[in-house]
């Protein structure tokens, strides 16, 4: 009952102090507040359970390995619903008594369906992405989706729809302006000294993920693995589902190692009125000014204004705030130490747009 109330009161402040970041546009701070609110309950209502997903796939008992924190509850516990007002309860009821509920993360995992809304334009979505859910004491409800960028074998060869409504990229990127389709997940580029960037924005997520677990976060982690069959729309489309808001690690194809910064949604009207880019647009950018901040308070550079105007798949499926984010170039320093450092920032930019511990 004690925790219940905790639960009840960490909901309640998570929900009014939202903030934006100071270069965000004020009017959005309400906006951002109450979205957060009702996507936080939409979460309990598509949870599969672990027993219903792992059906459909036995290779994944490897990523329990992964797991940062010593009491991993079993997988084979249902997942448990994320709406905070009941989650206490539920654990009560269904955790096995050795564990002590509030100490532990459990992870499931979560595969799209065709109930999901934009499934039907995802062409690669053969896997599952990982939702950790965190149970203890400093649990605050929230949960980021974690996107290594890269990493699906195939992807490139595949193409999907830029636009859920089927009009025309309105930027150029990978995939030119005025195209309707584009590469389902691009292979990335190479580093100068050789290193793929899909092997470096995996451990960047994983250390990301363990300190977002670590202060109180609920993770959904998009790839674990070298490879996950996940294509950009089907890993949108579950950051939808379960998560609150979705970073998409990157690093640039430039070679002048210059710095960070956040792809921007584009100042195009017809884009900024198209559905579901419309209801996201202001929240994506506040993110990405977030994110930018944070990165720049660890210590990070970051290039010129902090942003560039992209059209991304990313973007245009996107329900919750969603952030492709540059974390360097080909050029850049890749070391465990610099990966650290920018889940620090990082981790700063996620609390101040979420207004925890005291940031933004
Ligand atoms: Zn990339």
Known sequence: MKKKIL????????????????????????????AAESSIETVTDESVTAQEALGNDS????????????????????????????AAEAQDASVAPEIAPQETITQTPVY???????????????????????????????????????????????????????TPKVTGGSTSEGSTTATAVASGMTFLDGT????????????????????????????????????????????????????????DSTESDKGAYYMKVPSVDSYKSMYPV???????????????QGLGQAGRSIFESGSIEMDL???????????????????????????QNIAEGLLMGINAYFGIGGQG
Not at 133 to 151: D, L, P, Q, R
Request: hydrophobic share 35%; net charge negative; proline share 2%.
């Open 196 to 251: 793929e960037e899909r092997a470096v924005t995996l451990p960047a997520a994983i250390i990301l993920k363990d300190r977002l677990l670590d202060a109180g976060y609920n993770v959904l982690m998009i790839r674990e693995t070298e490879d996950v069959q996940l294509d950009n729309i089907a890993r949108t489309v579950l950051a939808n589902t379960y998560a609150q808001a979705h970073v998409a690690l990157h690093w």
């Open 278 to 292: 419309s209801e996201t647009w202001e929240k994506s950018d506040q993110f990405g000014e977030c994110l930018v």
């Open 59 to 86: 290779s994944l008992s490897d990523v329990s390995t992964a797991v940062a924190d010593t009491s991993v509850a079993d997988s084979s516990t249902s997942a448990v619903p994320a709406d905070t007002s009941t």
């Open 112 to 166: 799209l369906t065709d109930d999901m809304e934009f499934a039907s334009f995802s062409q690669i979505h053969s896997d599952a992405a990982i939702l950790y859910e965190n149970h203890k004491s400093n649990s605050n409800g929230i949960t980021i989706c974690v996107n290594a960028g890269h990493g699906t074998n195939g992807g490139e060869s595949v193409r999907t729809q830029c636009h859920p409504d089927g």
């Open 313 to 339: 798949t990313q973007t245009s499926y996107s329900k919750v705030p969603s952030i492709d984010i540059e974390l360097g170039d080909r050029a850049s320093d890749h070391s465990d130490e610099t990966l």
């Open 7 to 34: 639960f009840m009161i960490l909901a309640c402040i998570t929900a009014l102090s939202i903030t934006s970041c100071e270069s965000a546009p004020a009017t959005t701070e309400n906006e951002t507040s109450a």
